[in-house]
């Protein structure tokens, strides 16, 4: 049984890269990372914890990544941005950088955008934003465990919040990579916990 979860202060949920490029296998640009979030089932999840989000009059942030057609301003200093950008992926405009339908953004949402980089703080709005809205607190969803989700939760610690993550609500490449990574490096960090135990939270 999971504990109880009490959240002090105001929380927002950010969802990371839930895009058709990344969660649709006919436009998949890193195919482990689909297989991996439909195996788990973490679309329906975050879905449960947006409405929640809304019903509280909570913020939901989306935060996507969107690379320009030439890939200028990228940086090609890791194989993953590397592979990418030799299948031309995640390119504005294409259906690959479009929100999955069944987590389609709602007016009252926030969608943040990242041209390069490879965590959800850098090059954009996301820090004013969160201070702006007065949260506190950071419930993290989407993908992936391998990179994004780690990151996102030292860029939050760093800048003051308290993490959150439901731990069902996220996927990486693999399941004993999203076991290790969860195991050695989330869970002595940040506030680990499963999407019912959030929107319990919430009550």
């Known amino acids: 049984m999971t504990a109880p979860l009490q959240l002090e202060g105001r929380s927002a949920l950010l969802i990371n890269e839930c895009q058709r490029g990344l969660l649709e296998p006919e436009h998949s640009v890193l195919p482990a ?40 301003g990228v ?32 007016d009252s949402d926030h969608i ?6 490879m965590t959800a703080f850098y090059g954009n709005h996301l820090e004013s934003l969160l201070h702006n809205l007065g949260c506190t607190n950071l419930v993290l969803a989407g993908v992936s465990t391998n990179a994004a989700v780690p990151g996102m939760m030292l860029g939050g610690l760093d800048r003051g919040y308290r993490i959150v993550i439901p731990e069902d609500a996220i996927a990486g490449s693999d399941q004993a990579t999203h076991d290790a990574i969860v195991t050695y490096m989330l869970s002595p960090l940040a506030a680990m916990t499963t999407a019912d135990t959030v929107i319990d939270s919430l009550q």
């Not at 031309?88 to 929100?99: A, R």
């Open 112 to 117: 943040v955008r990242r041209y390069s980089g």
């Open 33 to 72: 990372i689909t297989r991996h979030a439909a195996q788990r089932q973490i679309v329906p999840r975050i879905a449960a914890l947006a409405d929640a989000f809304r019903r509280h009059h909570m913020p939901v942030i989306y935060i996507n990544v969107e690379h320009r057609p030439d890939f200028a």
């Open 75 to 106: 940086s090609l200093n890791n194989p993953a941005v590397a592979y990418i950008r030799k299948r031309g992926g995640l390119v504005e405009g294409s259906p690959q950088v479009e929100i999955v339908g069944a987590l389609r953004p709602q």
